[in-house]
């Protein structure tokens, strides 16, 4: 029997003031009882979101004649067909997810995830997946990855169901950019910038780090995609990624795009240079090197795998890494990022109850659903993945028979997805002896890491300084001169937590003095004296002593060791260098 012809889907956007996007699917040859599905969760983002949630007005018809459509559980239909003919389905689902992962429209834009957007057809996903944008609001673009069909009209073609989701659109008005890394063509798109955004920078700079990863990876050999495309939105406050197999969409604040005469060393802009340096790098490590778990999984349920850590870990190292190879950022300003990670780590009690192999088994249920408990009760595996990554990176180099960048291209080598065995196997043969004991340690233990004395080897000192108020008594808060200081974490052991303060609170004054923010205090607190508290909770004020003790969480710096030996100066340059 010849293959049944390629589901075709629709997308309008005649329904702007609605949000509601218009879907259809041409299913030729369909089955007597039809599965049809929307995914729960998409590739990358480790969270349960239940795109069907906002499906509506789902119909079914066969040669004109309406199909019962039964629905099974919160995310899948079966249609009862009647003979061969074409099922034609239509639905409209609600687009108002400001995020990267979902889907938006309005009167200005529109941008979606196909999880968003196109129920599977059951037992037709394997093969080629057809999709047609509908008529478009005058002067919109389209920026996609996905190949199109024809050079005419907006019709595209996918190899399977799994790619047609992994191609994000942007719709509308934006800026485009292109580039060349490698023979390769890149296109940069951003919506949302303030008039006067440096294009011309961001684009140079994006070429060197792009260049320096295709690099890493291959020498002087191509990367593994045709064409790649950065849909990048500039909104208002935001910051986020995610990482697709030949394009990536990102959400970065206005203010950290570059403008004539952005410094270097602008903290907002190596922001946004880090994300794109990070969702580029999944394009090897994640959405190709994959682990076995996440290759082909099935988006009806979690995918469980315990190796975040080096897929969230090791890509959050190399991104900073590479922004210094790439001259993007001084050794300095590296070092300045590499210690915010030691801090996150450092400000995370719950290092010592969750290893960051069981932290990635668990970001289903803790890491992508944050709250107050958080912080001790577990790890973020992109942090200490990160410092888990610099230690093997660096203690390789120690040691003198490799680095972390052979280890990856041994693994890209194997050409299949990855297990923790294959992991442990590039690090033997790469560093000629086992690295197991490490992996227990860094990977599966909860104990300190040893990247201080790691560092000293490369030139480069830590140092704890005293911190703020915060981390003196073990708090995370927010605040600011209208909303006043709010503690959204009590840290498990410190000085906050045996006084009784609790997340939620609103604190108020300290010995007698009214706070605007926090560190105020300072000026007038004696450290080695119990603090009168005066906090607000649930409509009561409260009077707490805060005993004096240790600093929870001392501040880390990191920096160029001055008296460091010519030869540890020299592992450096190679370290960031490349
Ligand atoms: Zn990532």
């Known amino acids: 029997m010849a293959a049944a ?54 119909r079914a018809t066969q040669g004109g004649r309406p199909v019962p459509l039964e629905q099974v559980d919160k995310t899948r239909w079966v249609a009862h067909c009647r ?13 108002l997810d400001p995020s990267v992962r979902g889907a938006w429209l309005d009167g200005e834009r529109a941008f979606f995830n196909g999880s968003s957007l196109f129920l599977a057809a059951e037992g037709r996903t394997e093969g080629p997946q057809r999709l047609s944008l509908g008529r478009l609001p005058a002067g ?52 949302g910038a303030w008039p006067g955004f440096d294009g011309a920078r961001l684009l140079a700079d994006a070429t060197r780090l792009c260049r320096q990863q295709v690099r890493l990876w291959h020498g002087r050999g191509k ?68 682990p076995v778990e996440l290759a082909a999984p099935d988006l009806g349920r979690e995918a469980y795998t315990r190796l975040l850590w080096w897929f969230e870990g090791v890509t959050s190292y190399y991104d900073d890494l590479l922004l210094a190879r790439s001259g993007l950022v001084t050794p300095a300003g590296y070092l300045g990022l590499l210690a915010s990670h030691v801090q996150a780590v450092a400000a995370t009690p719950g290092r010592r109850l969750q ?24 790890v973020s595996y992109y942090a200490k993945g990160a410092l888990v990554a610099a230690c093997l990176d660096l203690t390789l180099r120690r040691e003198g028979h490799g680095t972390l960048d052979e280890v990856l291209r041994r693994l890209w080598k194997l050409g299949r997805p990855v297990t923790e065995d294959d992991i442990a196997d590039a690090l033997a043969a790469v560093g000629g002896r086992s690295y197991r004991a ?62 009784g303060v609790q997340p939620g609170d609103e604190l108020l004054a300290i010995d007698g003095w009214r706070l605007r923010r926090l560190d105020d205090a300072q000026a007038w607190l004696a450290p080695a004296r119990p603090a009168t508290l005066l906090l607000a909770r649930e409509q009561r004020v409260l009077s707490l002593r805060v005993m004096p003790a240790e600093a929870l969480v001392p501040t880390w710096r990191l920096a160029e060791a001055e008296d460091a030996p010519a030869a540890a100066r020299e592992r450096r340059r190679a370290w960031l260098g490349g």
């Open 5 to 58: 012809a390629a589901p075709h889907y629709r997308v309008g956007f005649e329904d702007r003031a609605q949000h509601l996007l218009r879907v259809s699917l041409t299913l030729p040859a369909p089955a007597e009882r039809q599965g049809l599905a929307l995914p729960v969760w998409l590739p990358g983002s480790y969270l349960l979101r239940e795109f069907a949630r906002h499906l509506q007005d789902l």
């Open 83 to 95: 003979g061969g003919a074409a099922l034609e389905l239509s639905w409209r689902v609600h687009a």
């Open 140 to 191: 919109w673009d389209v920026a996609t990855a996905m190949p199109r069909r024809a050079a005419a009209g907006q019709a595209y073609e996918a190899a399977d169901y799994a790619e047609l989701i992994d191609h994000p659109f942007e719709l509308g008005r934006f800026w485009c950019g292109a580039f060349d890394v490698a023979g390769v063509p890149h296109e940069l798109v951003v919506t």
């Open 223 to 290: 990367p593994p995609f045709a064409r790649y495309v950065f849909l990048l939105r500039a909104a208002d406050d935001g910051y986020g990624g995610l990482e697709h197999r030949d394009s990536t969409a990102l959400l970065a604040s206005r203010g950290d795009l570059p403008r004539p005469g952005t410094a270097a060393d602008d903290a907002g802009y190596l922001r946004l240079l880090g994300l794109i340096s990070h969702e580029y790098f999944h394009a090897w490590n994640v959405k190709r090197l994959a």
């Open 355 to 378: 290893s960051v192999a069981q932290a990635s088994f668990d970001a289903w249920t803790r890491f992508y659903r944050p709250d107050a408990h958080t912080p001790n009760g577990t």
């Open 438 to 499: 490490e992996l227990d340690d860094w990977v599966h233990g909860v104990g300190e890491l040893p990247l201080p004395e790691l560092l000293r080897h490369v030139g480069v000192a830590a140092r704890a300084e005293q911190p703020g108020l915060a981390g003196r008594w073990g708090l995370r808060v927010q605040e600011g001169p209208v909303t006043g200081v709010t503690v959204r974490h009590v840290l498990r052991g410190g000085a906050a937590e045996a006084a």
